[in-house]
């Protein structure tokens, strides 16, 4: 049956070419409304540009067709129609709290199901698909952007089951074929895929890469004086030790306390040139949204660049002044933060502002992107393509702590980048679920 889509604002721009997402024998419908708002959005950066190439598709098919109830055919045959609405009825404009612009798409919806069309509203504001719903209208949100529950997300590793004698051969011939897993067919073996095994006896941990599995080479020379307090940090640290022409991008997923950022920074400052033990990497960026708890707005804050992110990169400092105990628990509380000030003050460490990227370069760099849930989607690629040669971008964060109000645990650039990646040569991913912070932190996080 064909059926209508009929995309707000949000759902319009929510892929690049979103109108070419809803299979080749249906019609997409944007209300003259939503034209309106797209010709004249002042949004995000990257959904400006998106609005701005969207206006430039449509300014380049012919009026007639556009406006008619044929529509335009587009490249994926399915058809484009552009939809003023009638007069608005009393019932829509009875609903509390809708703005002009809402109740001109509602009415476009109710105009078109009088026509005989099967209509479905796609907006991504789940009040808007409740309000749609009591007006008779059915509606969904943009499927393409929405991934698996968070237990079926990605996790970048599995638990198999083998034998001895396989593991036996794992560790003296350092390497096993699949086919020596049991049941291997019921898994996808994804490139840099964690295997952790299980034998009657005997345990193991490799990775899948170019169809066999291999021991971990890199987490076996951990700095300093740390070291892996479960098997997800040892996965962990195998990921941030890779150098960066193996392991460029980085996906970390984890609760709180999992030791995701303090592993990150361990890594940065111990590759750092001029300040650790080898040259890899000329300068450290860091990187977290401007997204409060409950998003309570701190308001505005003087001085320089850090001084105004500096109060969202609060976990960056705790884990830098956890490094230094770490490494020398003699050290005063004074002398930690003068070695932290120091690391700002040469500019080893720098706070690179997410909505300061567009038109970066950068080669060389360890750059460390916190909270990754908090961030959209349609960011993510302005991030990631910003890196050069010689970079390592690691993106950390926990899908189940989104503070942002316009994503959740499936919709965010955390989930989107890890599910886009998987089973890319220049992707590792682990996800570590065990909190390292101590009993309290760890039963919070199962019972709340």
Known sequence: MRKTFVLRTEATLASEDST????????????????????????????????????????????????SKEGHKQKNESLLRVVDNAKI??????????????????????????????????????VIRMKAKKLGINSEPFKDEIFPKPKDQ????????????????????????????????????????????????????????????????YSNNIPGKNKSLNVEQTMLWECLLAPPEIAPLVVVKGTAGSGKTYC????????????????????????????????ENIGFLPGEMENKVGPYLGGI???????????????????????IDYLFYERFIEIQPIGFLRGRTIPNTIFIIDEVQNILPTVIKDIVTRAAKGSKFIFLGDPDQVNNVELNSRYNGLVYLS??????????????????????????????
């Not at 105990?325 to 002398?335: A, E």
């Not at 886009?420 to 019972?447: D, F």
């Open 154 to 217: 990605y996790k970048g590793y599995i638990d198999v089951k083998t034998s001895k004698d396989v593991i036996d051969k794992f560790f003296k011939e350092k390497s096993i074929d699949v086919a020596d897993i049991y049941n291997y067919n019921d898994y996808t073996w994804y490139e840099n895929l964690f295997v952790k095994m299980k034998g009657e006896s005997s345990r193991a941990l490799g990775r899948y890469t170019d169809g066999k599995i291999v021991p971990l080479k």
């Open 89 to 126: 009825d009393s019932n829509v404009d009875a609903c509390q709290n809708l703005s002009q612009l809402d109740k001109r798409v509602y009415q476009v919806c109710l105009d078109l199901q009088r026509e005989g069309e099967t209509v479905i509203l796609i907006s991504q504001n789940p």
């Open 264 to 295: 990150s920074l361990v890594t940065a400052l111990e590759n750092l040139s001029g300040y650790g033990s080898n040259n890899i990497y000329n300068q450290i960026l860091i990187s977290s949204p401007t997204i409060t708890i409950g998003n």
């Open 419 to 448: 599910e886009k990646m998987k089973g890319q040569k220049i992707c590792w991913q682990v996800t570590c679920e065990k909190s390292v912070r101590g009993e309290l932190a760890q039963v919070v996080l199962e019972v709340l």
């Open 317 to 339: 400092t705790d884990n830098l002044k956890g490094m230094f105990q770490t490494n020398d628990p003699s050290m005063t509380n004074r002398k930690i933060q003068e070695q």
């Open 20 to 67: 070419m997402r809803f299979g080749n024998d249906n019609t997409i419908v944007i209300p003259m409304a939503i034209l309106e708002n797209l010709y004249r959005y002042k949004g995000l950066p990257e959904k400006q540009r998106m609005a701005t190439k969207f206006m430039e598709y449509i300014g380049n098919i012919p009026m007639e067709e556009l406006l």
